[in-house]
C-alpha cells in the first residue's frame, strides 16, 4: 500500500517556491508541503524546505524528475464536464 500520494502542485514563481499537495494513504489526511523550487528544480535540502516524514521526503525524491517538468502541475490538469 503506497503511503502518500500527489495529487497537484503549483508553484509562486516570484518566490521560487512550489507547494505539493497530496494525501496521507493510511491516516486519510490531506497535505500541503511548501518546497524550495529555484529554476523549477526542487531542492529538498534547502534551508526553507520543511521537515517532513521521510516515507514522504522519499517520494517526493523518487517523483522529482515528475514534479520538476510539470507533470503534477494545477495548470496541466484537463478539465470533464459530466452532464
Known amino acids: 500500500m503506497e503511503l502518500y500520494r500527489i495529487f497537484y ?3 509562486t514563481r516570484d518566490l521560487n517556491f512550489l507547494t505539493i499537495t497530496g494525501m496521507d494513504m493510511v491516516n ?5 508541503v511548501l518546497v524550495y523550487s529555484e529554476n523549477d528544480s526542487i531542492d529538498m535540502d534547502h534551508p526553507l524546505s520543511p521537515d517532513m516524514p521521510g516515507s514522504l521526503k522519499q517520494l517526493l525524491l ?3 524528475h515528475q514534479i520538476d517538468s510539470g507533470y503534477y502541475d494545477l495548470t496541466s ?5 459530466f452532464h
Open 9 to 11: 502542485t503549483f508553484r
Open 28 to 32: 486519510r489526511k490531506l497535505f500541503s
Open 62 to 64: 523518487e517523483e522529482k
Open 77 to 81: 490538469w484537463n478539465t470533464n464536464v
